[in-house]
């Protein structure tokens, strides 16, 4: 398993995975994703509510 972590560790350090981290925080501020987000998790948890 340390040889997976370290592969991942090693991914997240370089161009490619930094340009992917920046992504998805710039879609972690986005309210619409936000929103389908939350309903997932209210489908998962058996709660289906429309914000």
Known sequence: MAGIM???KA??????????RA????MARDPRT???ARGLLAKFRGKRRHY
């Open 34 to 36: 936000q929103a389908k």
């Open 23 to 26: 992504r998805a925080e710039r």
């Open 11 to 20: 991914w997240t350090r370089s161009p490619q995975g930094q340009k992917a």
């Open 6 to 8: 370290t592969k991942i």
